[in-house]
């Protein structure tokens, strides 16, 4: 289990984080780096096919409260998340999987930290756990 | 008098509902039974496996299959069907979707062995046996099917060239898709054969819908009393509807009972379960992180709420619980 490196996904939204940094300098720090317009337009079901394509956790990183460029985009995905991880829960994804942070970093400097922060808590998990395929 | 085309109706993991629905076309029945020869009908007729193995491949013209696949003898009749059949027809839920007992995916075939076998109040077995696929009892080999890991659908084993989803389909369904296959005038294959839009789209009480649905508390049906004509949404109980295919007829509407998924997803959508949830999420009038909190922490079994019929095709179906 020592050397296992977890694969997290992470999607953040443009208006808060990294908007200052030369995106492609930041993306090769950043594996699995979705930028994307509004952390509200994250659908339940990207989250659920992060992890059908492997992913061992997914980070959503938002705008701070009250700060959404679209009034309450971060608020739905916070709703979305909380309501995904109770269901994950019963396949035997742990809630610790699927985090999302309403904050601000223009220089999006805090993003690889964030999800080095994530991977440690992932890593004490392990994968998630994966059944053989169909008998097919 | 040109041989009339050939029909079976063949169920794998089922309850029968299925072919009690066929039953339920009362006097057309009779018109298809005119129409067709029926070669393959357990619940209604006596007629055994090896008079389908003997007959040519693609002679049947058309296999209708219900029930999921969950051991070894579903999948051998899916495969015998399948290779005597022009048409397969995936009927009712569980054939199109895993249904109801798809919900086992939760749980591993270790952990529902232990609780049947061994470890619910009301089983006796001091010696601990489990059934076994092959065992010697007085020098004879008896054999059973092997339980698998898993439900599946019908096209996770086979091919299946139309769908007819509900729990059961309704008799008009079923109508049209043997008249249609009859006549000729199928859609293309893999087509499932309802409406393509989501229950609400019918829904009588979708008038009274407001503009924007705003649920502040989720209520169970059996909680409240609730309203013979008014959204279920807009009653704070929690219907399906919304991401559900329309074509059921609303026999649960109509009883006052909210849409429980069995038509599953929509048209285009792969993950029932997920859709709804975003769904939910947005007509759920929360503000703070503590009242979400305590809206959602009311909810029992989410999960088995929103994947109720269609846990077994599920984006996750690989990923499980095992502990």
Known sequence: ???????????????????????????????????????????????????????????????????????????????????????????????????????????GTTIPDYIRKMSESIKKLGPVRRTASPVK | MAAKPKVAIAWLGSCGGCDEAVVDLNEVVLTVADATDIIFWPVAMDFKYHHIESMGDGEIALSIINGHVRNSEHEEVARLFRKKSQLVLAFGACACFGGTPGMANFRSKEDIFNWVYRDAPTVVNPKGNYPQPKSQVNGKELTLPEFYERVYALNQIIDVDYYLPGCPPPPDLIANAVTAVLEGKLPPRGSTLAPHKALCDSCKRNATKPTRLAIKDIKRIHEVEASPDTCFLAQGILCMGIATRDGCGQSCININMPCRGCFGPV????????????????????????????VVDQLVDLAGYTYRFSLPVSMLKDIRNTR
């Open chain 1, 1 to 107: 289990m020592s050397d296992f490196e977890p694969k997290v996904v992470c999607f953040s939204c443009k208006f808060s984080w990294g908007y200052l940094a030369d995106e492609d300098a930041l993306a090769s720090q950043i594996k699995n780096w979705v930028p994307i317009i509004c952390s509200g337009k994250v659908d339940a079901k990207h989250v659920v096919e992060a992890f059908k394509h492997g992913a061992d956790g997914v980070l959503i990183l938002g705008c701070p409260e009250g700060d959404c460029h679209y009034q309450d985009g971060n608020l739905e995905a916070r709703k979305r998340i909380y309501l995904l991880q109770k269901t994950l829960q019963s396949y035997g994804i742990e809630p610790a999987r699927v985090s999302i942070q309403l904050s601000r970093d223009p220089e």
């Open chain 2, 267 to 294: 048209e285009g959508v792969e993950d029932a379960g997920a859709k709804f949830i975003s769904a939910l999420a947005a007509i759920l009038d929360v503000e703070t992180e503590e009242e979400m909190k305590q």
